[in-house]
């Protein structure tokens, strides 16, 4: 074929290497005086590749010239071998690998390359015959880095990756180009050059007219130093282009251009493979990469239990503070009490319910409680103080549960009388959506998912950014209470009959069952536990607490530490500890290890103990008792909600 052409490598090391030739099917090939003679290779292809006037191939970039003649034509996209041997290449690999030598050389390359390695990279690029980038790649890098940003655009159309929306796919990575030739217009005051590209060009790339409102308030900025400040951007010398150039690798072939931090990424999908086989992940992997990632074999040491007693009745639902400073408690006696974590001793006793607690939320700072329960009023306190701070009037019966929603100004409750509302921290109702009776909710972390469990057998999913339904998913029996995983992606349902399940959100399937627990007429709070939710937790009749592998629905123990029935537990990554709340008018602490951040020495223990049987706090028992039952055929669903 005439002309030259850079030579190509098919990505696909498949075929094995014939004759003594080097990996990737080329035969070795001998340097004289800055050339090297042309050669066959298997495919037939006859090559002549020629040296750089530096003797090595390299044009002073790390990056390297070859000319090829060839009877039939290559993939262009392929990646030439490096011509710059010094001598014959004589390796032996100590053993098989079922992984491409190219693809690994070349992940080796982008390793040394971020962590600046030069020489090695030469000399590894010239020592395998690999080079990371292709000419074209490698300018288009270097374009970026340099700022070039005609010449980019330029070559924009062949590199991006065509996609099922090819013209979508090239707006967004023009848009990201263009952004950054915002800023620098900015940054260099040349406002008419900027003003030029937001009007003509960015607004032509997207639809995100909030986006656009925002740079073009950063026309406004007096200087450099506050543009960078209200942008977030570090500017033209900083690391933005660098930014600019991650962000668009995403819509190029990964065999073009190897995707950014690969090696890193992969080390980490290692270590997240390893915690979610991790039988009892409780504890944070280290970031070791010589040996695979174990948590002990022993978890939640019965020797390190701490028993904590404040409360003059049942123990209706518990809960850590985010911050992991506060372990809060809510009563059947109509208060809520702040345990300090820090030695387990009462940090302030909440009161003010004229009827039994039985739910609370944290909000996500750590600074304010939402309480509910029977009277039908929920209250908003400040964990500093103890005071109300606001008091929520709005249910006409039960209230069942209460949620946070992102953010420290706003909460959703949802009650027996068909109402779903979010409320205001000042007061106000923001919103009220129709409903079934509601026995319990659940908010994903980033307040875009809504799950509630009817009175049924049913969970309704709704999408809270526009309050609208999305599905529903059906159980063979009456739903008591339900919890979401961390990363909202399996929730879980406890049911009057007796068993856990464990529903996929993604395929609205329903995939283990988790049993042997005692659960009769009243509500028992299934809860996730571990690191990243990797373990169910729930309470029996019996007083003991069961935990679970979520992934394998293993039994993993038993806790023995109540007398009575268990109502609740929280979990708190901050203190690899599990609490539990029990009718016995205790709660109890379980480091998940020995030396986890919970644990506490026996004098703290004693002093909480101390602290907790001399405390006198005023409270208006209730004069009847909670505890109803419920019926197949007429269920007290009050009641249900309220006692165990």
Request: one cysteine or more; aromatic letters at 6%.
């Amino acid at each position: 074929m005439a002309g030259t052409q850079p030579m190509a490598l098919p990505l696909d090391n498949s075929s094995p290497p014939a004759n003594g030739a080097a990996h990737g099917g080329e035969s070795a090939f001998a340097r004289r005086n800055g050339t090297i003679d042309s050669s066959t290779t298997e495919d037939g292809c006859s090559r002549s590749l020629s040296l750089s006037e530096n003797g090595n191939g390299s044009d002073g970039s790390g990056h390297f010239s070859a000319k090829s003649s060839s009877s039939d034509s290559r993939d262009s996209g392929s990646l030439r071998r490096y011509p710059g041997l010094s001598q014959e290449t004589n390796r032996t690999s100590l053993r098989d690998s079922q992984f491409s030598e190219e693809q690994v050389v070349r992940l080796m390359l982008q390793e040394l390359r971020d962590r600046g390695f030069a020489d090695t990279f030469e000399l590894l690029q010239r020592e395998s015959g690999h080079t990371l980038e292709d000419e074209a790649i490698a300018q288009f890098r270097g374009n970026v880095l340099a700022g070039k940003w005609i010449d980019v655009e330029k070559a924009m159309s062949s590199i991006i990756a065509p996609g099922a929306d090819s013209e979508k796919t090239q707006h967004a990575a023009l848009f990201i180009v263009k952004r950054q030739q915002f800023l620098e217009f900015l940054e260099a005051r040349k406002l008419k050059q900027a003003l030029v590209i937001l009007q003509n060009e960015l607004s032509m790339l997207t639809d995100d007219i909030p986006q656009l409102h925002r740079l073009s308030s950063l026309l406004m900025c007096p200087s450099a130093a506050e543009l960078h400040s209200a942008a977030d951007w570090d500017g033209s010398s900083g690391r933005s282009r660098y930014l600019v150039l991650e962000a668009l690798q995403k819509y190029i072939l990964p065999g073009k251009m190897v995707p950014v931090h690969r090696m890193e990424t992969l080390y980490s999908q290692a270590i997240m493979h390893q915690c979610g086989t991790c039988e009892r992940h409780v504890r944070s992997a280290d970031k070791n990469l010589y040996i695979d990632h174990k948590c002990p074999e022993s978890i939640f040491p019965l020797e390190l239990q701490i028993s904590l007693k404040g409360h003059k009745d049942e123990v209706w639902y518990v809960a850590f503070s985010p911050d992991g400073r506060y372990l809060a408690s809510a009563s059947c006696d109509k208060t809520c009490i702040l345990w300090s974590t820090e030695d387990y001793s009462i940090a302030r006793t909440l009161v003010g319910h004229e009827g039994e607690v039985s739910y609370l939320a944290w909000s996500p700072n750590s600074k304010y409680i939402v309480s509910a329960g029977s009277e039908k009023v929920l209250r908003l306190w400040d964990v500093e103080t103890g005071e109300t701070l606001q008091t929520f009037e709005g249910h006409s019966e039960t209230v069942a549960s209460c949620r946070w929603l992102g953010d420290n100004d706003k909460f959703i409750s949802g009650g027996m009388d068909q109402k779903i509302i979010i409320w205001s921290t000042k007061g106000n109702v923001i919103k009220q959506i129709a409903s079934p009776r509601v026995h319990d909710l659940a908010v994903s972390v980033d307040s875009s998912l809504l799950l509630v469990a009817d009175d049924k057998s049913s969970i309704h999913m709704y999408d809270l950014a526009t309050l609208t339904f999305i599905d529903k998913l059906d159980e063979p029996s009456i739903i008591m209470s339900l919890a979401l995983s961390p990363d909202a992606r399996f929730c879980i349902t406890e049911l009057r009959s007796g068993v856990l399940h464990m529903w996929d959100l993604e395929a609205r399937t329903r995939i283990r069952e988790f049993s042997g627990h005692k659960q009769g007429k009243y509500v028992i709070r299934c809860a996730f536990a571990g690191l990243d939710g990797l373990l169910v937790v729930e309470g029996s009749e019996t007083g003991q607490l069961f935990v679970w592998n979520r992934n394998t629905g293993r039994l993993l123990t038993r806790l023995d530490g109540h007398t009575k029935t268990i109502n609740g537990c929280s979990w708190s990554d901050k203190l690899a500890a599990l609490a539990t709340a029990s009718d016995d008018k205790t709660i109890s602490v379980w480091p998940a290890y020995h030396g986890a951040p919970s644990c506490v020495p026996d004098s703290a223990k004693h002093k909480a103990d101390t602290l907790a049987s001399s405390s006198s706090v005023s409270r208006s028992m209730a004069s009847s008792s909670a505890v109803a039952n419920v019926s197949d055929d007429n269920d007290d669903d009050q009641s249900m909600l309220a006692a165990v």
